[in-house]
Every structure is written in structure tokens, then in C-alpha cells.
């Protein structure tokens, strides 16, 4: 692999130059500038956010996880797709850019796709700033938020417990590290969401099976009652969209994960 004089591989150089710099990259993806500083390439679990935020291909980003004419299975496609999306709609407020991207979803009559449609609907009409707000009363406010969206507090009723330890030991067991600057414990709906999007393109983990073991234990027994939360939270807006959505897929993926290997 080609390394730039900056010491990055062409893929990481290009989102930088696509998004204007390491600050604004760095703030689209929701962490702080001395994490994307330090990388030299595009670290697998954050391909697809990458991609999302520069709009520099994958393949281009991670050849070698990528390569050029590699056929992916596109069902597996659409479920890393489903769960990156969601991840990055809990981590923080969706910007302009994508809510733009957003409104031009494509709905069906499934309900998978109804609740597409309506996301689709509700980026219509959503506007960055209200967006902030929105999101700062559902999950941060004053002390703290209308939701707290986190493994342990659903699971517990208390923060960093158990299921919080059982999330780390098991980023440990894949080799996945934290981000530097990343404030938020582990067991964060937003991470969990990240670690499933990895887990079923294969960018970590050995298979299908990790993808389907680390959802069983660590998010299908709180995270649907999560999104149903969410979908009827008082402060929840454009978020309601975002609720029904993760509800009809974490159910999907919830009888899946019933089904033989």
C-alpha cells in the first residue's frame, strides 16, 4: 500500500481533502481532531461513517478490505447499512449535509421500508439547529436526558454496570479499541450499532456468527425497548422517524438471529 509524505494512505488523504481538512472530518464523524490526526489509515469500523461524511467510496478508502470488483452480498450490505446509519443518527444530530441524503431514501411497502420512508419525510422537513436541540433534550439535557441509551441503565436501571464490562471484554476478544477523545461508555446504543455494521461486512470478527452472538448478548435484550422508547419520547420529533425505524430492524434482525447459521 502507497503511503503519502503525511505518512496516510491515499484513501485517508482523499477523505480529508473531500471533507476540507482533519477538523471537518473529524467533526462530521462526531470525534475529536487528535483521533483522526494520529490515524494513518481509515481504522475498518469507521469506514462506513467515513464514507458517509466525505463521499469518498469505500473502496477507496480500504482497498484492502474493499478491493475493486469484490462482489458483496447485498443483503449483508443492506443490513451493515441499516446499522451504520443508525449508529450515526444516535452518536449526534444529523448536519445538512445529511439530511440531504436522508430525504432522498427510498421507501417500499414493507414495513422496513415504511419506516425508511417516513425517515425520509421527516428529513424533509428538519432543520440542523432544531435538530440540535432535539437531540440535545432527548440524550443529553440538563444533568442529563429524556433517554439514557445505554446497555447497562436499560438492563440495570444504573449506568456503567455489568453489561457495560461484558460490551469492553468483548471489544477486547475482537481486537476493537476505543477512539481516543470518545467520552461516552462503550455500551452506548450508537457503538453497539457501529461494532454490528463491522461485525456483518466482515471488516472484524470471523463471520456471521460474531455478528450474530455479539447482537443476542449485547443488543437484542434492551435495544428494541430502546427504540420503542425513543419513537414515543416526549421531546422527539424528527427522532420519532428514527425510533420506528430502529424498532422494525432490530426485529428484523432480531428473527434472524433465530434462524440457522
Same mark, same amino acid.
Given at each position: 500500500?502507497?503511503?503519502?509524505?503525511?505518512?496516510?494512505?491515499?484513501?485517508?488523504?482523499?477523505?480529508?481533502?473531500?471533507?476540507?481538512?482533519?477538523?471537518?472530518?473529524? #467533526?462530521?464523524?462526531?470525534?475529536?481532531?487528535?483521533?483522526?490526526?494520529? %490515524?494513518?489509515?481509515?481504522?475498518?469500523?469507521?469506514?462506513?461513517?467515513?464514507?458517509?461524511?466525505?463521499?469518498?467510496?469505500?473502496?477507496? *478508502?480500504?482497498?484492502?478490505?474493499?478491493?475493486?470488483?469484490?462482489?458483496?452480498?447485498?443483503?449483508?450490505?443492506?443490513?451493515? &447499512?441499516? %446499522?451504520?446509519?443508525?449508529? #450515526?443518527? !444516535?452518536?449526534?444530530?444529523?448536519?445538512?449535509? !445529511? !439530511?440531504?441524503?436522508?430525504?432522498?431514501?427510498?421507501?417500499?411497502?414493507?414495513?422496513?421500508?415504511?419506516?425508511?420512508?417516513? &425517515?425520509?419525510?421527516?428529513?424533509?422537513?428538519?432543520?440542523?439547529?432544531? &435538530?440540535?436541540?432535539?437531540?440535545?433534550?432527548?440524550?443529553?439535557? !440538563?444533568?442529563?436526558?429524556? &433517554?439514557?441509551? /445505554?446497555?447497562?441503565? /436499560? *438492563?440495570?436501571? +444504573?449506568?456503567?454496570?455489568?453489561?457495560?464490562?461484558?460490551?469492553?471484554?468483548?471489544?477486547?476478544?475482537?481486537?476493537?479499541?476505543?477512539?481516543?477523545?470518545?467520552?461516552?461508555?462503550?455500551?452506548?446504543?450508537?457503538?453497539?450499532?457501529?461494532?454490528?455494521?463491522?461485525?456483518?461486512?466482515?471488516?472484524?470478527?470471523?463471520?456471521?456468527?460474531?455478528? #450474530?452472538?455479539? +447482537?443476542?448478548?449485547?443488543?437484542?435484550? %434492551? =435495544? =428494541?425497548?430502546?427504540?420503542?422508547?425513543?419513537?414515543?419520547?416526549?421531546?422527539?420529533?424528527?427522532?420519532?422517524?428514527?425510533?420506528?425505524?430502529?424498532?422494525?430492524?432490530?426485529?428484523?434482525?432480531?428473527?434472524?438471529?433465530?434462524?440457522?447459521?
Amino acid at each position: 500500500m502507497e503511503i503519502g509524505t503525511t505518512g496516510r494512505e491515499p484513501g485517508l488523504e482523499a477523505a480529508i481533502r473531500a471533507c476540507g481538512g482533519v477538523s471537518e472530518l473529524a #467533526r462530521r464523524l462526531g470525534i475529536s481532531q487528535p483521533s483522526v490526526s494520529h %490515524w494513518q489509515r481509515v481504522p475498518a469500523e469507521r469506514v462506513l461513517a467515513v464514507e458517509s461524511a466525505s463521499g469518498v467510496p469505500r473502496g477507496i *478508502l480500504r482497498p484492502d478490505l474493499y478491493p475493486e470488483g469484490d462482489p458483496a452480498d447485498p443483503v449483508e450490505e443492506m443490513r451493515a &447499512l441499516h %446499522w451504520g446509519l443508525l449508529s #450515526r443518527l !444516535l452518536a449526534r444530530a444529523p448536519d445538512a449535509a !445529511l !439530511l440531504r441524503q436522508l430525504a432522498a431514501l427510498g421507501g417500499d411497502d414493507t414495513p422496513l421500508g415504511a419506516a425508511r420512508g417516513a &425517515l425520509a419525510e421527516a428529513a424533509r422537513s428538519a432543520e440542523p439547529a432544531a &435538530l440540535e436541540r432535539e437531540f440535545h433534550d432527548l440524550f443529553i439535557g !440538563l444533568g442529563r436526558g429524556e &433517554l439514557l441509551p /445505554y446497555a447497562s441503565y /436499560y *438492563l440495570t436501571g +444504573f449506568l456503567h454496570e455489568k453489561p457495560l464490562a461484558k460490551v469492553r471484554a468483548e471489544m477486547e476478544r475482537l481486537g476493537i479499541a476505543r477512539e481516543d477523545g470518545v467520552a461516552e461508555p462503550e455500551d452506548h446504543i450508537a457503538t453497539l450499532a457501529e461494532i454490528m455494521a463491522g461485525l456483518v461486512r466482515g471488516s472484524f470478527g470471523e463471520g456471521g456468527d460474531e455478528a #450474530r452472538r455479539f +447482537f443476542s448478548r449485547h443488543v437484542a435484550p %434492551w =435495544a =428494541a425497548t430502546f427504540f420503542s422508547d425513543l419513537e414515543r419520547a416526549e421531546h422527539a420529533r424528527f427522532y420519532r422517524a428514527v425510533g420506528r425505524l430502529g424498532a422494525v430492524f432490530v426485529e428484523i434482525e432480531a428473527e434472524a438471529a433465530t434462524l440457522p447459521a
